[in-house]
C-alpha cells in the first residue's frame, strides 16, 4: 500500500540552529501534503497545507517565517524551523494527498512522525 | 466551537471485553468523512475506520465498527474483544466537503483531543 516516509524520526539540536524535516510519499505522487504538531499526550494541529509548486497556506497562528515549507516535487515536502528555540521540541507529523483516491477514506496518508528536541 | 469533540480522556477497559470511544462532531456541511485514528506509543498514525456521510450502513473492519448516528452528530468507537495491544491514543476527525479542484485547505483533517485508551489484563 501507499507509504509516507519522514526524515530524520528524531532529531537533536541546539537553540538557534535550524533543522529540515523531509516528508517522502513513496509510490504515489502527492499534489498536496500537510504539516501537524504534536504535544505530548494532545492532538494534532495542522500548521500548513503545502502544495506542490506553490507557496504553503498557514494555519492562523503560525508564524510563516518560523516554519518554513517547501513542496518542490510530487513526492517531497520540506518543513524547516529556523533559529529553534526549546519551545519548538514538539512532534511533527506529515501527511499525503493522494489525488487519485479522492474524496474516500484512503486519501491522506500520515509518515512516522520526527521528534524534535530542541536544547 | 470545537468540531470534534472526545469527552472521554481517559478510558479502562478489561482484556477481551468491548469499549466505546465517543465522539461528536459540528459541521453544517452535507458533505463529509468521520475517521478514527490510533496513535500507539511509537506515535505513528495508524487508520482504523472512516464513516461518509451519505453511507446508510455503520462502518465495520474487524473489531472495530462505527456507530454512527447522523441525526445527533456522533460517530462512536466501538472496539470488540479487546486486546493488550490496544492500548493507545485514538483520535476521532472529520474531513469536511470536496470540492474539486478547490486547493488544498477543503481535504484537511480537524482531529479531537483524544481517548487514551488502556487494556487490563
Known amino acids: 500500500g501507499a507509504v509516507v516516509s519522514q526524515h530524520p524520526s528524531r532529531v537533536i539540536c541546539k537553540s538557534g540552529t535550524s533543522v529540515k524535516i523531509e516528508c517522502r510519499s513513496l509510490d504515489f505522487q502527492a499534489t498536496t501534503m500537510f504539516w501537524y504538531r504534536q504535544f505530548p499526550k494532545k492532538s494534532l494541529m495542522l500548521m500548513a497545507t503545502s502544495n506542490e509548486g506553490s507557496k504553503a497556506t498557514y494555519e492562523q497562528g503560525v508564524e510563516k517565517d518560523k516554519f518554513l515549507i517547501n513542496h518542490a516535487s510530487l513526492t517531497l515536502s520540506t518543513l524547516t524551523v529556523t533559529s529553534a528555540h526549546p519551545e519548538d521540541s514538539s512532534f511533527y507529523i506529515c501527511?499525503?494527498?493522494?489525488?487519485?483516491?479522492?474524496?474516500?477514506?484512503?486519501?491522506?496518508?500520515f509518515g512516522p512522525g520526527t521528534r524534535l528536541t530542541v536544547t | 466551537a470545537q468540531k470534534i469533540t472526545q469527552t472521554q480522556p481517559g478510558m479502562f477497559v478489561q482484556e477481551k471485553e468491548a469499549v466505546t470511544l465517543d465522539c461528536t462532531y459540528d459541521?453544517?456541511?452535507?458533505?463529509?468523512?468521520l475517521f478514527w485514528y490510533k496513535q500507539p506509543s511509537s506515535g505513528e498514525m495508524i487508520f482504523l475506520i472512516y464513516?461518509?456521510?451519505?453511507?446508510?450502513q455503520n462502518a465495520t473492519e474487524g473489531r472495530y465498527s462505527l456507530n454512527f448516528q447522523k441525526a445527533r452528530k456522533s460517530a462512536n468507537l466501538v472496539i470488540s474483544a479487546s486486546q493488550l495491544g490496544d492500548s493507545a491514543m485514538y483520535f476521532c476527525?472529520?474531513?469536511?466537503?470536496?470540492?474539486?479542484?478547490?486547493?488544498?485547505?477543503?481535504?484537511?483533517?480537524?482531529f479531537g483531543k483524544g481517548t487514551l485508551l488502556t487494556v487490563n489484563p
Open positions: 464513516q461518509g456521510s451519505y453511507d446508510q
Open positions: 459541521t453544517s456541511d452535507p458533505s463529509y468523512g
Open positions: 476527525a472529520m474531513r469536511e466537503g470536496y470540492v474539486e479542484n478547490s486547493g488544498g485547505s477543503n481535504y484537511k483533517l480537524t
Open positions: 501527511s499525503a494527498r493522494n489525488y487519485r483516491l479522492a474524496g474516500g477514506p484512503y486519501e491522506q496518508y
